[in-house]
Every structure is written in structure tokens, then in C-alpha cells.
């Protein structure tokens, strides 16, 4: 052999020796098999391989991934299965195909917000048994997604093209505390009867500015705060709040309502703080002298020309009535140089009643 040809297969050995991997070694467990004594060998399975670490161009830290600002067109694939945290936002996604989230079990908080969402395959959220917090605000969606994951905590899907919420998305959801769908071309009956049943511990509700002429049927009885305002409700039902024990907190501000029906408040005992200002109501709400717990009144900017003296405290004393912190009423055509001294008899101090709009 020549001593070119040496030369040629020294360098020929280096080179695969540089390339091949680190020696490793390996376990009694490595050649035999689970079951002992077993004569057929079982087949090992696979681990599956992820070429990256962290998708090209995203940025990883712990089990936290963010790929977001990237002009991204579809979900990166290759996220590693231990991220908790996938934050894809402001990019151009279009669509949530049944794969993308396939090895993702551990994920809990999913941001999509800010793309181009027009379709969501039905199972690509299957896979995410662990998802507490799903972000879809400012999209294209068109209806609620079905075969959403029963362990979601809160669902944010503001600024998208729904105009119509059925029954079905919600049902067998009743880990869900929050959920806001504010800024939605909804119909003025755009929600389905009993479409919030399976929410059964839902506690903050919020659906703003959308075209809603009516309260939503068949609430939640565990809500504790809901945001209504500036929608086009006509009208307060008597069976609107039926059963709202918990309601803490209700705002109807910027409707258009007129009426609001008698015994509506008594379903709502535990309400304190009640917005209906921008409205259009002619006379104070009845029952407010009757609640325990209203503190903060907002009746400001209405069509209110006349108070009693019984509109908003008992005619008697009473020490479980709980006193007004703030009532507003300017906006309304009511002539103040009327009102009788005692009408605001169980409010902490005159200086909490709002008569003169604030500068």
C-alpha cells in the first residue's frame, strides 16, 4: 500500500471518529426486557426527536415560548412538550390546523391574540389537557370554537366577527371563572338561551359593545361581576337576574334602557355596586330603598325628572341597610331645589351625592 493511499484512509478514520457520537453507557435494562423470562424480545418505543430546542427565531426561556411580532404565517412546529406558556400574538396566523398543539399536554396559557384567525380545526385543541388560559381577542373568528379543553380557567375572545353564541361551546365547561367576548358584531339576540348553563362556577362575565337589545337568559347563579355596558338593551325583565345570590357588581352603563321592571333588585341581594347611567330611565329604579347592600349608585345622564322620598331609603330606619358611599345623578332633569333634605337620609354625607356634573 502506498503511502498516499495510508495517508488517505488515516484522514478517512479521523474524519468518522470526529463525527461520531460521545460513547454512552448503557443499562442492564438497555438489552433485556420488561417481563422476565419472556422468550420474545418487546419492541422499545421510540422517543420522538425535535430538531430544535426552540423554533427558528423564537426566543425560550424555562418552559416559556414566544414567537410573537414575528410575521409568522402558521404555528411553529417543533415547540418543545414541556412549554407551559406559548405566546404566538401579532403575527398572521389564519388558521389552527388539528396538529399544532398535538404534543403540547403540559401548555397552560395559549396567546394568539392579534393574527388572522378565520378557522379552528375542531380537535386542535384536544390534546391541551392543561390549558388554563386561552387568549383569542382581536381576530377573524366567526363562532365560538367547540371541543374546547374542559380545564380552561379563562377564555378572552374580544375584536373577533362573532355574531352569534349557541348553546353548545360552553357545555361540560365548569372549571371557566372568566369570560370576556366584548366588541363582537353580536345580534340584539345574539345569545342563545342557556348558552352560559355549563359555566358553573363562571364568576366575571364581560360583553361590551356589541349589538345586544336584551340581558343574556339563564345565567350563571356563581356570577359575582358582569359588564354589559354599551350595548342597546332596552329593558331590565323581571327574570333577567333570577337567582344572581352572588352578583357583587353589575354594569349597564351606555344602553338604552327605559324600563326597569319591579323585584328585579331583590334577586340580586348581595349587589353593591349598580351602574345604569347613560341611559334612559324616567324614574329612579324600584326596590333601592328596600336592598340591603347597594352602596354605589350611578344614575347620571338619564331622562330622570323627579325624586320621592322613598326612592332610595326605608321610610324607616333600618341598621342592616347598608349606607350609600356614592349615588350620581347629574345629567337628569331633575330640579335639585326641590328635593327633600331627608331623601339621601342613608348616605354616609351629602358630599358623596352627585348633583353637579364633575369638571
Not at 86 to 111: A, C, G, S, T, V
Amino acid at each position: 500500500m502506498s503511502g498516499a493511499v495510508q495517508v488517505f484512509i488515516s484522514c478517512l478514520v479521523a474524519a468518522m471518529l470526529c463525527q461520531a457520537k460521545p460513547f454512552k453507557q448503557s443499562s442492564f435494562f438497555d438489552f433485556v426486557g420488561e417481563e422476565q423470562g419472556s422468550a420474545v424480545e418487546p419492541t422499545p418505543e421510540l422517543p420522538i426527536i425535535y430538531p430544535y430546542k426552540c423554533p427558528p427565531r423564537c426566543r425560550c426561556h424555562m418552559s416559556v415560548v414566544q414567537c410573537s411580532n414575528l410575521g409568522l404565517a402558521k404555528v411553529p412546529a417543533y415547540i418543545p412538550p414541556e412549554t407551559t406558556v406559548l405566546d404566538i400574538q401579532n403575527n398572521k396566523i389564519r388558521e389552527l390546523k388539528e396538529n399544532d398543539f398535538k404534543y403540547l399536554k403540559d401548555l397552560q396559557i395559549l396567546i394568539l391574540v392579534n393574527n388572522r384567525l378565520q378557522r379552528i380545526h375542531p380537535k386542535a385543541f384536544s390534546s391541551l389537557r392543561s390549558l388554563r388560559r386561552l387568549y383569542l381577542s382581536k381576530n377573524l373568528i366567526s363562532s365560538v370554537p367547540e371541543n374546547m379543553p374542559k380545564s380552561l380557567l379563562e377564555l378572552h375572545i374580544c375584536d373577533n366577527k362573532i355574531n352569534y353564541v349557541k348553546k353548545k361551546p360552553f357545555d361540560g365547561m365548569s372549571n371557566m371563572f372568566a369570560l370576556e367576548l366584548s366588541r363582537n358584531p353580536l345580534m340584539p339576540k345574539g345569545i342563545a338561551k342557556g348558552a352560559f348553563q355549563g359555566l358553573k362556577t363562571l364568576s366575571y362575565l364581560r360583553i361590551t359593545e356589541t349589538g345586544l337589545s336584551e340581558i343574556p337568559k339563564d345565567l350563571p347563579s356563581s356570577i359575582s361581576e358582569m359588564h354589559l355596558d354599551r350595548n342597546k338593551i332596552l329593558k331590565v325583565e323581571v327574570d333577567d337576574f333570577t337567582n344572581l345570590n352572588t352578583l357583587v357588581r353589575l354594569r349597564l352603563s351606555s344602553n338604552k334602557i327605559r324600563y326597569f321592571a319591579n323585584t328585579t333588585l331583590s334577586h340580586m341581594p348581595n349587589l353593591q355596586d349598580l351602574h345604569l347611567d347613560n341611559n334612559r330611565l324616567f324614574a329612579i329604579p324600584p326596590g333601592l330603598s328596600q336592598h340591603k347592600n347597594i352602596m354605589a349608585l350611578y344614575l347620571n345622564d338619564n331622562q330622570i325628572a323627579h325624586i320621592k322620598g322613598g326612592d332610595f331609603c326605608p321610610k324607616v330606619d333600618d341598621p342592616m341597610k347598608s349606607p350609600y358611599s356614592r349615588i350620581s345623578l347629574y345629567g337628569n332633569p331633575i330640579p335639585y331645589w326641590e328635593i327633600e333634605p331627608g331623601v339621601f337620609r342613608c348616605a354616609l354625607d351629602w358630599m358623596f351625592i352627585q348633583l353637579d356634573r364633575p369638571n
